[in-house]
């Protein structure tokens, strides 16, 4: 399973444990229905959604990213939960951004993109509203937005070009680069989008203008644009550009058709509208779909006189409805039998294949890295290789892991391009040649021990894995070309069927014992009673010595390394055991420790357990 899918599954998971999902399925339900939503601030700051918030924050890389307090998400970590909950309600009654951190990060054009750090407590605050609006707009939201949704990723962009490309015959491309989108968008312009979309609390919305305007530090306060690095900016972003994949679907897609036809479904759950769009051809419209991906788009037509209008009329719409500018240079109309088309770090076009049907030629989808995407690959591994072949004894390790880690991550994203082996072919050669010296000698055919780990046996089969050390060095030439899938369109986290689709490769976890330790949290930090929730997904809800299911008001969260001997409320430190076996490991008194023995009836192993468990606590072994 990748990263991205089990992250996806984690947030879905952690709306569980809060018992929050009715809440959400409701706000989706209602949005389907053009519901109008005027009382959201009081679901926002509600103690699930506060404590739910934290939860999906925590496990986020940017938590330990510090804004201008210099606090990360080790400082939340130490709050209590109802003190928490607390100063995020009464920030809420009247609030006011804290500055935000300006960081220029480094373009592959040797430009810089410019991210706007807010403060963790700031983070958490746009997280609280993040999970309420979120399903709202989603109901609301064009089906080929892929970019920062839920359930959605690159994969289905993808697919969803190649089936026009190949699939619909659509040969020309519009290619519109957006200049400056996220520094561009019109404050007020956004927030009648989101009025449009339903959402009319005037305090949530003036939260939000606030937070729009909220101060950079060492610049002032910015008059448009949503600051790239917010965590609630994506959703903005997909709702600014939301009323332009509804506009490209009103010229086609939407047309009725003066006699209704009715759509079988596929297999994929989504209608089909051949016969609509049979009829629709024999108009005069301008056949057109759009892909979008946050701010990347393409539009696809039958016709170059199509694809030539649609360029103009977007560039006007976008203008004039927007208030964005495109960038002349990017912009263009591609020719897809004659010329390559980038996308997403693709580069795609068709090419004829097979013999003709019906007089037609036959096209299919050929596709490779971008030059760009090739370039940054070759440049990061030579990098990575060169650290591993300087590396000391103490850094090896890491610098394998770091280069292993690397190869996996392209292999996965890029595998949907269909010449993807001879790309990859090219760049291990041109790496490889450049630091070979003294290094190939130290790569071995065997390790020493064989392989156990499932992604190094996916590579050990290609027989090119090499080991230095008995670590295995993962080829960066072996990488296998992968069908891209769409989207399944039953699959939703805002609704019973679609979790069930999500649900099917995650274990089961009683969430009815996680909502009850959710609401009887012990004395403690906030990381220590939100740990109680992972260990107890973790563990199945069984006892970590017994290996038995606990029932709720036996569950005890134990302390491996005693916080009086410095041990901390982190996750590893942290055991989930039965009531009794947590008061055996810390009894000193001989009658105590015989009257839970006798309770227990611990075997051998279990009691060996017990024993490690009390020597780490500094206890005499029984």
């Known amino acids: 399973m990748t990263k991205a899918k089990q992250k ?3 947030v879905l998971r952690n709306i569980e444990y809060y018992d929050f999902q009715k809440i959400l399925d409701k706000l989706y339900e209602e949005s389907k229905q053009d519901k109008i939503f005027k009382n959201l601030v009081n679901l926002i700051t509600s103690p699930q959604n506060i404590r739910l918030a934290y939860r999906n924050i925590k496990n986020n890389k940017g938590s330990k990213t510090a804004g201008t307090d210099k606090k990360t998400i080790s400082d939340l970590e130490k709050w209590q939960p109802e003190k928490l909950i607390e100063y995020v309600q009464k920030r809420l009654k009247c609030y ?14 040797g430009k810089t993109r410019p991210l706007g750090i807010p403060t963790i407590m700031d983070r958490l605050i746009q997280q609280c509203i993040l999970q309420v609006l979120e399903p709202i707009c989603e109901a609301k939201f064009f089906k080929r937005s892929n970019g920062f949704r839920p359930n959605r ?32 968008v019109n ?9 449009t979309l339903g959402i009319r609390d005037k305090k949530l919305l003036k939260i939000i203008s606030v937070m729009l305007k909220a101060e950079v530090a060492g610049i002032g306060f ?17 709702i600014v550009l939301n009323e332009l994949d509804w506009w490209i679907v009103s010229q086609w897609e939407s047309v009725p058709t003066r006699v209704p036809y009715k759509c079988r479904i596929l297999k994929n759950g989504t209608p089909d509208r051949s016969n609509v769009y049979a009829e629709l051809r024999k108009t005069a419209l301008k056949e057109c779909y759009i892909v979008r991906y946050a701010d990347d788009f393409k539009i696809f037509c039958r ?22 500018d495109i960038s002349p240079e990017k912009s263009k109309i591609v020719n897809l039998k004659k010329n390559y088309s980038e996308f997403l770090g693709f580069k795609m076009k068709v090419v004829r294949k097979g013999k003709k049907t019906n007089g037609q030629n036959k096209y299919a989808v050929r596709s490779h890295m971008s030059s760009k995407s090739a370039e940054r690959v070759r440049k990061k591994a030579t990098e990575a290789l060169n650290n591993i072949k300087h590396a000391g004894s103490r850094t090896l390790i890491q610098s394998i892991f770091r280069y292993n880690s690397l190869i996996i991550g392209w292999h996965n994203y890029y595998r949907y391009a269909t010449h993807i082996s001879k790309d990859f072919s090219q760049i291990a050669f041109l790496v490889l040649g450049k ?16 392989v156990k780990t499932p992604i190094y046996i996916h590579y050990a089969k290609s027989k090119r894995i090499r080991y230095l050390r008995g670590i295995p060095i993962l080829p960066l030439s072996y990488v296998k070309h992968k069908n891209p899938m769409d989207k399944k369109s039953i699959i939703n986290k805002y609704t019973e069927a679609g979790r069930a689709e999500i649900h099917k490769k995650l274990e089961y976890v009683d969430v009815n014992a996680l909502h009850y330790l959710m609401l009887h949290p012990v004395n403690g930090s906030i990381e220590y009673n939100d740990n109680r929730l992972s260990l107890y997904s973790a563990q199945r809800g069984k006892c970590a010595i017994l ?36 008061a055996l490991i810390h009894a000193t008194v001989e009658d105590t420790i015989q009257k839970y023995l006798s309770i227990l009836q611990l075997s051998a192993k279990q009691l060996e357990k017990v024993n490690q468990l009390r020597e780490k606590a500094g206890l005499q072994p029984i």
């Open 547 to 582: 290996h038995q299911p606990m029932e709720f008001d036996r569950i005890h969260c134990h302390h491996i390394i005693p916080r009086s001997q410095g041990g901390s409320d982190k996750y590893r430190n942290l055991l989930l055991v039965d009531k009794d076996v947590h």
């Open 153 to 184: 990723s690159a994969e289905h962009a993808i697919s969803q070009a190649y089936k026009f490309m190949q699939g619909q015959h659509l040969h020309f491309v519009v290619d519109i680069d957006i200049k400056g989108f996220f520094d561009n």
């Open 96 to 109: 006011v951004p804290q500055p935000v951190r300006r960081v220029e990060i480094p373009k592959g054009n």
């Open 187 to 195: 404050h007020g312009k956004l927030l009648k989008q989101m009025w």
């Open 8 to 10: 996806k599954q984690t």
């Open 435 to 450: 630091i070979n010296g003294g290094f190939k000698c130290k790569l071995k055919d065997k390790a020493k021990e064989p």
């Open 303 to 324: 016709k170059r006189r199509d694809a030539e209008a649609i360029f103009l009329a977007t560039k006007m719409w976008l203008k004039e409805r927007l208030g964005l």
């Open 222 to 238: 910015p008059e448009r644009g949503t600051p790239q690095g917010g965590i609630i900016s994506p959703l903005l972003s997909n």
